[in-house]
Each structure stands twice: as C-alpha cells, then as structure tokens.
C-alpha cells in the first residue's frame, strides 16, 4: 500500500502543479495581454476561452486534484504516516476552498454574465464592460493563485515527510 500512497502522491503533485500553473499564467500574462488589448477584442477572447477550457484536458486536473489528496491522505493515514496524511489533507482543504470554492462562487459567475454579454459597439461601453469583468475577476484569479501553489507546497511537504518517514 505504500507505492499506492506514494504514486497518489505523486500525482496530486502533478494536478496540483498544472493548476497552479494555469492559475498563475493568467495572473501573470493573459489577463495582462486581455487588457492591453481592445476591449472588444478583449471580452470576445475571454467568452471563446471560457467555451474551450471545459475539456477534458483541464476538468481532470481541476475536480481531481482535492480527490486524489484525500484519497492518498486516507492511505497514508492506513499506514500510521500521520503527518503526511494531514499535510495531504491540508492540500487539500486549502484547494477546495481557495481554488474550487472560489471558483465557484466568483469566477464562474463572472464569466457566465460574460457569455451572456453583447459586445458593446461603443468603445467606451465596451471598455466598461471589460474592465468591470477584467479587475474583479483578475484578483479572485489571484486567490486561486496563492491557494494552488500553497497547497502544491503542502504536498511536496508530504513528500518530504513520506521520504523521512
């Protein structure tokens, strides 16, 4: 059971990364790009990326990433590894509610009203628009940010005290 717990692991440091990595390319540089943009341009590349990152690509690593922590966390657990277990645990908690919570509750709203909005003809309409989008969401984004790479640290952590255990 321990190769189990150990490639769960593993791979929770895997999803953890890619998350935190995806998080973090858009705190970082397409946000960024978005608003040195048109904001016709703009608003128009966000609805087409918030249509194309539901894929099959990105939901495994989004919706699996606090599962497999729990699932190796309860192995670990099994084994009498009770820092590693809790260290997986905390990942996962810091994931659940820093990133997939506050998906939920302020991302996803966004981009919904998003798709729902008519690219204003008016230049300045459409920069209101963009920038009443682009601000809130950009810092929210910025939470899922900090909370994927704390909980990417919390599991390298469980690495480190499975390796010493």
């Not at 703009?42 to 918030?50: C, E, K, P, V």
């Not at 919570?101 to 009203?113: Q, S």
């Amino acid at each position: 059971m321990t190769s189990l717990a150990l490639a769960l692991t593993i791979v929770t440091l895997a999803l953890a990364g890619a998350m935190a990595g995806f998080f973090y390319a858009y705190s970082m540089s397409v946000m960024w790009a978005l608003d040195a943009v048109d904001p016709k341009a703009a608003i128009a590349a966000m609805q087409s990326i918030n249509i194309v990152v539901r894929n099959a690509i990105f939901f495994p690593a989004f919706f699996g990433t606090p599962v497999v922590a729990l699932v190796a966390a309860g192995l670990w657990w099994k084994q009498g590894a009770g820092q590693v277990a809790l260290l997986l645990a905390l990942a996962a908690i810091v994931y659940l509610v820093g990133t997939f919570l506050v998906t939920i509750v302020a991302n996803v709203p966004m981009n919904e009203a998003l798709a729902i909005a008519t690219i204003p003809a008016d230049p300045e309409q459409a920069r209101t628009l963009w920038q009443d989008y682009s601000r809130p969401w950009t810092l929210w984004n910025h939470v899922r940010t900090i909370a994927s790479f704390a909980s990417l640290l919390l599991v390298g952590w469980a690495l480190y005290a499975a390796g010493q255990a």
